[in-house]
């Protein structure tokens, strides 16, 4: 009966997508059915300040991918191109901007400089 199916497996309450790239919590998502690729970004605590596109991969059933580049917008449409409603196994992820990447250049170029520096200041204050 179809009740049977809509209790069933075939026809699940939640979807499991993951979600990665700059949010502040990434990693596997579980949703309600009717979501859309704004809630699972909601839900993984929100993009980081910069950031870059939105790169959105669903599986159909026939085998073929619906590949998108989504510059993000949290008011988009719920359904809309920008903000498709989600199925179970979506991947999203939120890309790097040009700052983004710059600032992560200058971490990696700045870091051992201030580990040196701070080696320093330690056995300097240590043979005080």
Not at 23 to 49: C, E, F, M, R, Y
Not at 67 to 72: P, T, V
Not at 82 to 95: C, H, M, Q, S
Request: aromatic share 10%.
């Amino acid at each position: 009966s179809i009740n049977y199916a809509i209790q069933s497996s075939l026809n699940p309450k939640f979807i499991k997508v993951f979600v990665g790239g700059r949010v502040k919590l990434p990693g596997s998502v579980t949703l309600i059915k009717s979501a859309t690729l704004n809630d699972a970004i909601d839900l993984s605590g929100g993009t980081k300040i910069f950031k870059g596109k939105v790169k959105y991969l669903s599986f159909n059933n026939d085998g073929s991918i619906d590949k998108r580049n989504i510059r993000y917008d949290n008011k988009s449409k719920r359904g809309s191109q920008k903000n498709p409603f989600l199925k179970n196994g979506d991947l999203i992820y939120v890309g790097n901007s040009f700052l983004s990447n710059s600032t992560e250049v200058i971490k990696e170029l700045t870091d051992p400089i201030q580990g040196i520096y701070s080696t320093y200041r330690l056995i300097e204050l240590l043979t005080d």
